[in-house]
């Protein structure tokens, strides 16, 4: 292919996706207890989910320039003319930035480097559409617009358990984090602006998980939908979610179930459920 297709960890494709539509994934890394380790390949879903429930301390940080440079030179090298990076939002991370200095040493004309404003399957299904447009021997210029254009039409929604892991991660304010203490209140989240902001809260986990059934039948509209359902240590609930949303959009592509990776769970903790709804174009 002309166009070769670069994601990071954190869009969390199912396995074997991203060997079969040929997009590379540049890990993100995680340090537990203050030992690195690489995403969704020396740490996954069930070694975070342990670390957290011993209260072991688990942070996060980006790919460096210079592995994403030597990704992004070894797809030229196999024959690739232009690489199109697809990342998770830059409000979130600094993997975006990380993706373009390399992108300036490796070569600006040669290296695209697209901000889904988004993560998880939001951004999975940016990559993947891009992918797509990419094997059917698209430019460049019409890869990163599919993936774009792709990410603009994804809904993520989901709930945490609490939002104390958000907060001591810092990607949601302290203010917001009291929408969780109140009652023992579950709060509802989405992605807005490439950020993570409350939309509302309910009492119950299993009220939570009625109103992101209701939120993605409304998201989805009456188009053919792509859904996508993330948790991490719940594959019960997932399974259960993934069901009545195909249920209730019975026209839709079908629903992939994909447990979050350790640097998104590792914000969001234990028992988080996440729907993603990637609307037709």
């Given amino acids: ?30 340090l537990i207890d203050g030992v ?14 342990e670390a957290l429930g011993r209260r072991r301390i688990v942070t996060t940080s980006r790919p460096t320039p210079a592995a994403f440079a030597a990704t992004f030179r070894e797809a030229l090298d196999e024959g690739a003319d232009t690489v199109v990076s697809v990342h998770l ?6 993997t975006w930035e990380a993706a373009v200095l390399a992108a300036q040493e490796v070569g600006p004309d040669r290296v695209r480097v697209v901000d889904s404003r988004t993560t998880a399957m939001g951004l999975g299904f940016a990559a993947l559409h891009a992918a797509a447009v990419a094997a059917e021997g698209g430019s460049g210029e019409e890869v990163e617009a599919a993936a774009v254009a792709a990410a603009r039409r994804s809904e993520t929604l989901f709930v945490v358990e609490t939002l104390e892991y958000l907060r001591r991660g810092g990607r949601i304010g302290a203010a917001a984090a009291l929408l969780g203490t109140a009652l023992a209140m579950k709060p509802v989240l989405h992605m807005v602006d490439g950020e993570i902001r409350p939309l509302e809260k309910v009492r119950t986990m299993n009220r939570a ?37 195909q249920e209730r959009l019975p026209g839709s ?29």
């Avoid at 002309?2 to 079969?20: C, I, K, Y």
């Avoid at 179930?257 to 988080?272: D, M, R």
């Fill in 36 to 49: 690195a380790a690489l995403d969704g390949v020396d740490v996954g879903p069930a070694a975070l989910a």
């Fill in 209 to 245: 998980t009625s109103r992101l059934v209701e939120l993605a039948v409304r998201a989805a509209g009456d188009g053919v939908a792509e859904l996508a359902v993330h948790h991490l240590a719940s594959p019960e609930r997932a399974v259960e979610l993934a069901n009545r949303l």
């Fill in 253 to 281: 592509c079908g629903c992939v179930v994909s447990e979050l990776g350790a640097v998104i769970g590792a914000h969001t903790g234990p028992g988080v459920l996440g729907v993603v709804v990637q609307r037709e174009g």
């Fill in 89 to 94: 939002s830059k409000r979130l991370s600094g």
């Fill in 1 to 30: 292919m002309p166009v070769a297709v670069v994601t990071d960890s954190t869009a969390h494709l199912p396995e074997g996706f991203a060997e079969r539509h040929a997009i590379r994934v540049v890990p993100l890394h995680v």
